[in-house]
């Protein structure tokens, strides 16, 4: 009972700081100059969560967590190590970044609350990252299309396509301006073939200075990776060659969501805590269950009198 008094208090609160949410961000729409931006990033929509802090500068640290799926009772501890780490505080952090998504519908929230807490507790700007386009970081000498692929079940992926602009020319760091990703695929929930025929119509003539090479990431590898290879004609027909990022490298990485959150805190892209939502691109299975009116029957065993 106590821990519901609590849990209902709580919620009470949060909705009546939610509904001041204006005034608890009021430094939101300020620019901090940046020389002194630091931005602490959050990766929790894979197996292994992570968090990274990036400075103005480019000055980056990172830390990933031992183990996989302990994202609720690690994440916290390793976001105070790395400050520590760092010699700094949370006093000392500019702005909070999350990986807003695709990928574990548990993982999104988890990272998705921690920064938002964050955000509002010490009055600070959000930044939301998509997570298949913080990929084009994990390679930056790349000069190809980078393609995140993971398993979302149900024969889907979550997937998309893009590429850094190839003016950039060599690893971006916090001050290239042209350190973005360039959008080819649209990130969403794909049939694996429908992926791609999409790949198979990039636009290879429209970007000059793009590789014709993909390369592909993700734990989605593991499954749908021998149909990718059996693909590898249709592409070597257009010129494309395609390749599987090495195993450490293919799976989410708070240091990308910190070099692309850097990216759009450039561009003015941040908001206030409350507007930092998850993106799923499909929905939970209960809530599909739901809403296509499946009723959920109670076990025998466990129906009251």
């Known amino acids: 009972m106590a821990r519901l008094a609590i849990f209902r208090q709580t919620a009470y609160t949060l909705d009546n700081e939610m509904k001041c949410a204006a005034a608890l961000c009021a430094n939101c729409g300020l620019e901090v100059p940046m020389a002194d931006i630091l931005l602490l990033a959050i990766e929790t929509t894979g197996p292994r969560a992570s968090a990274a802090l990036l400075d103005g500068a480019g000055h980056l640290s990172e ?21 520590a780490e760092r010699g700094a505080r949370m006093d000392d952090v500019t702005h909070v970044a999350a990986s807003q998504g695709p990928g574990s519908f548990t993982g999104i929230r988890i990272g998705i609350s921690t920064a938002r807490a964050l ?16 990929f084009v970081y994990h390679l930056p000498a790349c000069k190809g299309v980078v393609c995140p692929v993971f398993d979302a079940r149900r024969s889907q992926v979550y997937s998309g396509a893009a590429y850094l602009d190839a003016s950039a020319g060599q690893e971006p760091t916090a001050l290239d301006a042209a350190a973005g990703p360039q959008i080819l695929v ?8 429908d992926l791609l025929a999409a790949l198979g119509e990039i636009p290879w003539a429209a970007h000059g200075g793009l590789s014709r090479e993909i390369v592909f990431f993700g734990d ?19 010129g494309v060659t395609i390749t599987f990022a090495p195993e450490a490298e293919r799976g989410q990485r708070a240091s990308s969501v910190a070099r692309l959150a850097l990216h759009r805190v450039k561009e003015g892209r941040v908001s206030a805590f409350q507007d930092l939502t998850p993106v799923y691109m499909r929905q939970a299975e209960a809530q599909r269950k739901l809403d296509a009116g499946v009723q959920f029957v109670r076990p025998a065993n466990l129906s009251g009198s």
């Open 63 to 83: 830390k990933t967590a031992d183990g996989e799926m302990n994202h609720l009772t690690g994440l916290v501890g390793m976001i105070g190590g790395l400050l």
């Open 119 to 134: 955000a509002q507790t010490k009055n600070l700007p959000a930044v939301g990252v998509p997570t298949l386009e913080s």
């Open 186 to 193: 649209a990130g969403n929930a794909w049939a694996p073939e």
């Open 220 to 238: 989605g590898l593991s499954v749908y990776g021998d149909l990718i290879r059996a693909w590898q004609p249709v592409a070597a027909a257009q």
